[in-house]
Every structure is written in structure tokens, then in C-alpha cells.
């Protein structure tokens, strides 16, 4: 029943910003950690940010200081700025929980960054 769904991505300037959305429908028990992820084609999956129960939250050093984590709810946000070309990839939403199945992901949402 629990679905994540991302939105927000698309073309974007250098310099310029976004802010991913994550809807997630049903009900999440234990919910240790919620995160995003980024992945380019031939790349594994990589970490952007991530956020503990309580709040604490960890990036990936390429992002610190440009991108910001944070939920509401049932939302959780992924604010971007002054994005680089770098950042290019596919953005993926995760849940994860203290049981099985242990991790939800969303199906990911595009980002792409001009020079």
C-alpha cells in the first residue's frame, strides 16, 4: 500500500534552484531514516541527504551548503540551490525502516543542469 512518488525535477540553469517533493501515500511504520539519492546512468546510486527520526541530518560533501533536506508530514522536500551541472541525475526518495521490507523508494524524478 505505501507508494513514494518524486516531483519537482526538470531543466534548470546553472546557478538556479529546485525543490524535489516526495509524496509518500499509506502508512510508513518505524521510519528510522527518509533520504534522497542520485544516480547517474553507468553510476551507482549515491547518497544526497538524509534525515534521522529525531532530525539529524547528514550530506553528501559534493551538496553541503547548497542543498537542504527536510518532511512535513507526509512530504518530504529537497530544496537545491545553486545547482551545477554536476548535479545532473536522477533523484530518487527513500524511507527506511526499522522492519521489512527496511527501505521504500520512489521511482525518481529527473534533474537537469545547464551550463
Known amino acids: 500500500q505505501v507508494k513514494l512518488v518524486e516531483s519537482g525535477g526538470g531543466l534548470v540553469q546553472a546557478g538556479g534552484s529546485l525543490r524535489l517533493s516526495c509524496a509518500v501515500s499509506g502508512t510508513i511504520f518505524s521510519i528510522t531514516t527518509m533520504g534522497w539519492y542520485r544516480q547517474v546512468p553507468g553510476q551507482e546510486r549515491k547518497l544526497v541527504a538524509t534525515?534521522?527520526?529525531?532530525?539529524n541530518t547528514n550530506y553528501a560533501d559534493s551538496v553541503r551548503g547548497r542543498f537542504s533536506i527536510s518532511r512535513d508530514n507526509n512530504m518530504a522536500f529537497l530544496t537545491m540551490n545553486s545547482l551545477k551541472p554536476e548535479d545532473t541525475a536522477v533523484y530518487y526518495c527513500?524511507?527506511?525502516?526499522?522492519?521489512?521490507?527496511?527501505?521504500?523508494w520512489g521511482q525518481g524524478t529527473q534533474v537537469t543542469v545547464s551550463s
Open positions: 534525515m534521522g527520526r529525531g532530525g
Open positions: 527513500l524511507y527506511t525502516t526499522s522492519y521489512q521490507p527496511y527501505e521504500y
